[in-house]
């Protein structure tokens, strides 16, 4: 983080307490009670680095008697680090407390991750007057969970992938990730970025008025160990069988392939599905709805359920108007036969 993030995360209120060495090292980050603004461990467990090199303020003079301390870290190589730690005492865990170091200094630091605010989707003129509720990134999500239950890592199908962004994450742990959508438009602009690694879009925001924007795929990820094919889940190639993982995102009416003769799913392998369990009677009659965990335990006779939750996410039509959605993501494990 930076160090403005830093004060950002501070109450107001002037921790300089004194530890008195009551711990030998640092602590969980939950054993601290969070500060009024909901942070734990602002201060004095760990000092923080900061991506802020240490540097000068415009127009400030060192004092003669203090040049050989700071002006010879004025070198672009001096991180600053905040906040104390469990060793520090009086003024030093102080919220004034503030040094610079090399980075190899590593006694009794750590560090906080943080995130930017999503700028894609919210207007900056919004954000101090509109509180918007807490939301993930649906496409994340589901690749986390992958993560967090499969166990074999050589082939995974991403069904209803759109425009590919579960793909890609999926690229950071399998061999091989196909992703598969009935949109032409989606799988057209999924291969864009698989081949030049960025696609610039326009952004509704109201009217006739857009923002141009550019959506890439992180340099890490390997592009190509993944392929999008245009395909409707119904009606899949019997080429495609035996994936360690498969994910289907909000298509449940796309079930029934799982498993049974050319099955998606290897045994031992899992499928990670969301739903909000909408249906509409134009595309699917209504005694074929589905609407709880047990009716989709019913079709998915060959597998165990592992883990279900709530994933609240939100889809942006423009800057005024969006839709909040809370799927229901459940993981499912295909049984290992006794034979």
Known sequence: MTETEHHALRDGKDYSWNND???????????SPANEKGFHDVFSNVWQWCEDHFHPLQGSVPHPYYDDFSVSC??????????????????????????????????????????????????????????????VELPIACAELVRRFSTGKDRALDLGCAVGRTT???A????????????????????????????KY????????????VASVH????????????GDAC???????????????????????????????KPGGILVMTTPFSWLPEYTPPENWLNSVEDIAAILTDFELVHQQNLPFLLREHRRKFEYIIPLATVWKCRVSAN
């Open 21 to 31: 060495l009551r711990y030998g090292s640092e602590i969980d980050v939950s054993r």
């Open 74 to 135: 004025y070198d672009g190589q001096h991180q600053m680090i905040l906040g104390g730690s469990f060793v520090s005492t009086g003024n030093e865990s102080s919220i004034w407390a503030r040094f610079h170091f090399r980075p190899h200094f590593m006694q009794h630091v750590g560090f906080r991750l943080v995130r930017s605010e999503d700028n894609e989707r919210f207007d900056d003129s919004f954000k101090t007057q509109v509180v918007f509720p807490q939301v």
């Open 168 to 170: 890609f994450e999926l």
């Open 172 to 199: 950071y742990d399998f061999k091989e990730i196909i992703g598969i959508d009935y949109s032409h438009q989606f799988i057209d602009a999924a291969r864009h970025l698989q081949l030049h690694g960025t696609l």
């Open 202 to 213: 326009n952004r509704k925001d109201q009217g006739m008025q857009v923002t141009s924007l």
């Open 219 to 230: 340099p890490s990820i390997d592009r190509n160990r993944v392929r999008f094919e245009v």
């Open 235 to 265: 009606v899949l190639s019997l080429t495609l069988s035996d994936f360690d993982a498969v994910v289907l995102a909000n298509v449940l009416c796309r079930l029934k392939r799982m498993q049974g003769v050319n099955d998606l799913v």
